[in-house]
């Protein structure tokens, strides 16, 4: 499909001035281009990118945790938003960051890394029993068998595997916990 000059909306051809970004017929054109509004939108637009992927190339492997368990975590939450928290059973009230109501796991992030985005391991758990009560380990073990299933719990209990994600992996979870979450958000409003 021949392009058309962003000024004039001539098909452009040979002596054209085109980038990846923007077609032009002429050197006339080129100049009224440099003056419109559009190239300022288009100039913001290469930097706002530029800046992004230079921040995204200083980007750690534990960025990359954080950024997935962030995604994750607020996923459970949604998930877990009109259900009491698994260990004491108070109600939740919101889902949102910094509400009551954390998303708690019950096989430590910090000794079992490989359960850190298990959807069993981590459920809407209230801020003291999170924060203050070192998780109610026990309370919370009752409360996952009831939501889950012993069969499941155990099968979480007794799986050692050692599981390293890279950087890859974790954008991915990143990505689709983050839809998921959004999908969630729009089904159970
Ligand atoms: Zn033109
Ligand atoms: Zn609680």
Redesign the pocket.
Known sequence: MPRR??????K?GNGAIISNLVA???W??FK?YQKSHYAKQVHDKVMRKDRADRKERLKTYNDYVKEAQKEFNHYIRVRDKNKPCISCGTEQMSAKRGGAFDAGHYRSRGSSPAHRFHLFNCVGQCKKCNRWLSGAVADMRIGLIKRFGIERIEALENDNKVRKFTGTELQRIKKIFSKKRRLYEKKFR
């Open positions: 000059c962003k000024m004039c909306r001539a452009v032009l017929c002429s006339d054109c009224k």
